[in-house]
């Protein structure tokens, strides 16, 4: 298949720009498509054929359910049922934005969409392009991010033609993704309003419009345990994660810096190819391997905007062994080091 790239500016969508990626989600093709979080692979969340394709072309898991998004706050009475009134005020306060709704799902939502659940997820995002696609399709449209699954989320087009060029219809590049983690997903299928996914709207954020709010257990846990099984069945595999063997350092700032020099070196003089993981404040503090920046320790937004592509250009590099700092883990910090942990699959030295 010949993948189509059109660039558009999302701040200055022409009319009629999105026709040729409207009409390919009506008739049951796959369009990739940028969204404040991460770019979204989307198809039409009602028909099973092309949600099937979805799966095809990541590679996913059939049990791993879909977002749908949709463009209008009312839409979400199409696709669900007994929706509660903290749904409404949430939407209110937080859409169009990075979160994602879980709620019972009506019979129109077919299964395979929801892998199997009685429950369906709901986004409404904020940026234009993909507001502006859901709208002209007329399609609820069903997106998982849109990398290979496994692989960290795409952040910018470039990132998508690397994992799904010949594999999907159309992509469209509307420049970086502005947030760059995946939306916080919080269930209101259940008593308790639960958070499965930490995202940039944090814990508080939701508590101030809604009151008490519980996180899966899994979210808060440091080491894997086997006999706890996330509420959001994506994030029980393995994700996020680069090809090279990541491992987080954590304790007092120059004590780590001290010991991943310490490490890169070993591992330079061994032959070994070693990337650092840095931020603006320590970059020229490390001498060994290919030192990366993130962000700025001063500004966690820029860290979050800066995981997923940093762990790109080391699978671009080859690179084998991945040393990085560790992120306070309150509010934005606890989405961050949320993926990073799980990029690490949870290795972490203790200084
Ligand atoms: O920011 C985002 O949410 C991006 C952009 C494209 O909108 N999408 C995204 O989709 O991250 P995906 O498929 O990569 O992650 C969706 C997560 C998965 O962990 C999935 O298991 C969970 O949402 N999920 C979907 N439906 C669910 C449901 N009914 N119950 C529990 N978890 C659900
Ligand atoms: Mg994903």
Redesign the pocket.
Known sequence: MKTKVIQLDTEDLQEGSLGEAAEILKKGGLVAFP???????GANALDVNASSKIYEAKG?PSD????I?ISRVKDMEILAQDIPKKAYQLAEIFWPG?L?I?LK?KECVPYQT??G?D???I?L?ANHI?RNLIEVSGVYVA?????ISGKP?PTTAQHVIKDMDGKIDMIIDGGSATLG???T?I?L?GKVPMI??P?CITKIMLENVIGQVEYDPIILQKDPDINLV??????KYRHYAPEGKLTIYEGEINKVIDAINQKAQEKKENGNSVGVIATDETSTLYHFGVVKTIGSRKDEASIAAGLYGILREFDELRTEYIYSENFADNSLGQAIMNRLLKAAGYRVVKI
């Open positions: 969204t404040e979080t991460v770019y979204g692979l996913r791993n359910p879909l977002i998004h990075p994602t879980i799902k929801t892998g659940l429950t369906v997820a986004r995002p993909a997106a998982p991010s849109a990398n989320s983690l995946e939306s997903i269930d299928s499965l996914r995202g996330p509420k959001a069945p994506g994030m």
